[in-house]
C-alpha cells in the first residue's frame, strides 16, 4: 500500500489510549466468547487473534465466515480509535469481506490498518490470516468505515 | 424490491432438503455458541433469530456486530442454498453490510432472501431487525454473494 | 423490503427541493456525457435513467459497468438529499455493487431508495434495471452510504 | 500488504496476452468517452489513467465518482485477466469503493493488484490516486471480485 501515511501519526501509543483500548477490548462479551486476543495494537494498527476450538467452527470445521468477520470488525475499530483523542466512542458503519480461502487451522490473526483518517470517518482495510503447521496465509480482506461516535 | 423471482421457484421445500439444511445448521459450532436457532426457512428464503445474551453483546450491552454478520451470513448461504439440487455445498464469497442503528433489544432476526440465483453464483439481500419491547426495527442490511463449491 | 419507513418522510417534495435538486443534476459533467436523465424524483426516491449509445458501451456492447455505477451513485445520492433541508450537500461515502446479469439493452434505469436516514449519515439501497424489447430485468444491486457534508 | 503473491507468478506479461488486453480495452467505448488510457500492464498488475476534463466532472468540478469506479473496476478486471490463459474472458462480479477525499486535481490513476487468484473467482484491490500541481493522494479504495466467464 502507498500514499496513505497520515503526516502526524504518532510512533506509539500514550499509555492511557492504550489502557482505554484494552478496557474496551474486555469489555466485549463476544471476543470472551470466541476465546479472542489483542494481539498487538500501535497507532492506527490494531492485531486480534482466535486460536481454533470447535466454539469457533462451522459445519465442514473451519473457522466460521462470522467470527472472522467479528475478530476483523473489532480489530479494525481499535485501529481507528487508537489515533483519536482519549474519551472517543467509535461505531462501525459499514464492511465488506472477501473470503480468500477456506480459514483452516488453528489460529486466526485479524490485522487492521487505518488507510485514512477523515474528521468524522476512518477507513480502514484488514487482512485476516489463518496459521496451519507454521504456515500463513491471507484468508480473508476487508474495508471497513468507522465514524466518530458524536457524543 | 421488485423485478427479482425466479420463474421456476418452488411454493415449498422438499422435506429432504429441508431436513440437509437443518443438519448443516445443527453442525456449525458457532450457531450453538451464539444461541441463534433457524426460525424460518422456504424456497429462497432463510431467518435465523438471536435471543440476547451477554456472550453474544459488546462493549455497550448491544448485539455485537460479529454476531449480526454471523446471523445474517449464515441466513443468506442457507436461502441460497434452499434453491439448489440436494447434495450441492455452497460457500460466501463476500459480503457488505451496513449498521443502520444500535442493535439494543431482546431478539435480532436476520431475514434473507436470494435476489439472483446464478449458474455460478447465488446474490441475497439480508435485513436484520432487532426487537425490544415488541417494537422491531431494522439494524442491519447486506448483500452477498455465495458460490456454489466445486466438488 | 419492510421496517424503514421514516415516520415523518413527506408525501411529496417541495418545489424549492425539486428545483435544487435537478440544478444539481444539470451541473453533473458526467450526467450529460452518458446522456442520463432525472427519470423521477420524490421524498427518499429518485431514478435516472440512460439510454444505450456505443459511448456508455464495454466490449461486447452491453452497457459498461462504470455507467451502471455512476447512474447509481448520483440516483442515491439524490434520494437521501431529497430528505435533507434545502441547502445541504451530501458526498458519497462508499457503495458496493453486485452485477447480476449483463446489462444487454437499450435503455438502464437506476431505482434508489433511502434504507435508513440518520443524522449525519443516509444507506440507500438501488435496484438497477435495463429494458430490452419491452422486457425489464434487474441487471444490478446496490448498497450505499451518503454523508451529509459538514458546512 | 502481505502474504498474497502467487507462487507462479509470471515476471511479465506474454506480448500475446499484452495485445489482448490492449485490443479489449480499445474496444470499450466508456473508456474512449472518459479518456482513459491503459498506463501500465503486468503479470496481476495494471494502471488506468483519466485525464481530468469538464466531461468527467461533477457539480462541484471534481473527477465524478463514477469515472472513479468506472476507471478502477476496469483496472482490477485487467489485473485479474492478466493472470488467465490467452482468450479468457471475465466478468466482474461485485465491487466496493470507499471514497477517501474529493478527487480535486488534473489526473486520476487506478491501479490495480491481483490479491488472490482463484480457479473461478479472483479478488483484487485498487487504489486509486490524484495528482494536483505535482502532490499525489490516495482518494478511493476499492476490493472487487472478478470471475472467470464460462464459455
Redesign the interface.
Known amino acids: 500500500?502507498?500514499?496513505?501515511a497520515t503526516p502526524t501519526r504518532p510512533e506509539a501509543l500514550s499509555a492511557e489510549k492504550e489502557s482505554e483500548v484494552r478496557a474496551?477490548?474486555a469489555?466485549?462479551?463476544?471476543m470472551?466468547?470466541?476465546g479472542a486476543e489483542l494481539a498487538a495494537l500501535g497507532p492506527g494498527r490494531c492485531s486480534i487473534a482466535v486460536p481454533f476450538?470447535?466454539?469457533?467452527?462451522?459445519?465442514q470445521g473451519f473457522f466460521?465466515?462470522?467470527?472472522i468477520?467479528?475478530?476483523a470488525?473489532?480489530a479494525g475499530g481499535y485501529a481507528a480509535l487508537s489515533l483519536l483523542p482519549v474519551g472517543s466512542e467509535v461505531?462501525?458503519?459499514?464492511?465488506?469481506?472477501?473470503?480468500?480461502?477456506?480459514a483452516a487451522g488453528d489460529r486466526l490473526s485479524a490485522e487492521a490498518s487505518v488507510?485514512?483518517a477523515?474528521?468524522?470517518?476512518t477507513?480502514t482495510?484488514i487482512?485476516v490470516?489463518v496459521e496451519a503447521g507454521g504456515k500463513?496465509?491471507?484468508c480473508a480482506?476487508?474495508?471497513q468505515?468507522i465514524?466518530r461516535a458524536?457524543s
Request: proline share 2%.
Open positions: 500500500m502507498s500514499g496513505t474496551s477490548f469489555r466485549q462479551g463476544l470472551r466468547t470466541i476450538s470447535e466454539n469457533v467452527g462451522q459445519q466460521h465466515g462470522g467470527v468477520g467479528a475478530a470488525d473489532s461505531v462501525t458503519l459499514e464492511y465488506k469481506i472477501n473470503f480468500l480461502r477456506p488507510l485514512r477523515g474528521r468524522s470517518v477507513v482495510r487482512d490470516f500463513r496465509s491471507i480482506a476487508l474495508q468505515s465514524m458524536l
